[in-house]
């Protein structure tokens, strides 16, 4: 790539790489850097790739919430500043994982990052997410919702395999608060909404598939609030509640 110094009166104040080309056997990495330390946003990065080998930046994550409370993760978050980072990948292999079609679009500011996009497809299943954390004070505010499409639950539900597969379609969603991750995982609660994705007037019952649920982590587990199920012929609501013995 093409790089050089930004200066402000004589001063170097940061760099700008244009034309990034970083090739290697298994993946590559196209696009624009700028770090600049007077502006805001100090880093904007804007990134392609073909194909995208990230396991190895798992060693450079805490290896548990404790870990990573340790090493103020949160706070960090919040220190970062100003920055914007786009990412388009054909390709992303996380571990053993492969997603398809990575669109990323992040941003902060003071007290404020988002996740404007971040959607991806892995096998049938297809993701569109958006999401922000904001601070006030020391304490961190989680907001995330996920679009999901073909989503195929009935492989856990429906022991025949003659039987057909309906997929369904919907949204998750994600709250939490809390100063330390530790805190932000024991604090969330979701909501989850999915359903067949518009069944004909003559569908057959058999076809019906809902799911409306809430779920909340107990400090020794997690409780379920079900709204409405409905599995075929089958329709449900109920309040169930798993504790960890």
């Known amino acids: 790539g093409n790089a050089r110094l930004l200066l402000n009166n004589d001063r170097i104040v940061g ?46 994550l805490p290896e548990s919430t404790a870990k ?28 053993d ?17 988002t996740i404007k996009r971040f959607d991806f497809t892995s096998e049938d299943l297809t ?16 907001e995330s919702t996920a679009k999901l499409t073909d989503v195929d639950l009935d492989q856990f539900l429906i022991q025949h395999r003659d039987v057909e ?29 999915l359903q067949a994705d518009g069944p004909g007037q003559n569908a057959a019952p058999q076809t019906r598939r809902k799911l409306a649920m809430k779920a909340t982590r107990l400090p020794d587990g997690v409780r379920a609030d079900i709204t409405s199920v409905q599995w075929g012929e089958s329709e449900l609501a109920a309040s169930v509640s798993y504790h960890r013995t």
């Open 15 to 60: 760099v700008k790489i244009e034309k990034l080309d970083v090739d290697s056997i298994d993946q590559d990495l196209h696009g624009s850097l700028e770090l600049v330390s007077d502006r805001s946003p100090w880093l904007v990065a804007d990134l392609t790739s073909e194909m995208l080998n990230v396991t190895g930046l798992q060693a450079l």
């Open 68 to 95: 990573a409370d340790q090493s103020g993760l949160v706070p960090s978050l919040k220190r970062l500043g100003a920055a914007q980072i786009s990412l388009d990948a054909r390709s992303l292999k996380v571990s």
């Open 97 to 113: 994982t492969n997603l398809s079609n990575v669109q990323l679009e992040l941003s902060s500011a003071p007290n404020l990052m």
């Open 127 to 142: 993701l569109k997410t958006q999401g922000r954390i904001t601070w006030q004070d020391q304490r961190a505010k989680l």
């Open 165 to 193: 597969r309906v997929p369904v379609s919907g949204t998750i969603q994600l709250l939490s608060e809390g100063s330390r991750i530790e805190e932000l995982i024991s604090n969330v609660t979701g909501y989850i909404d």
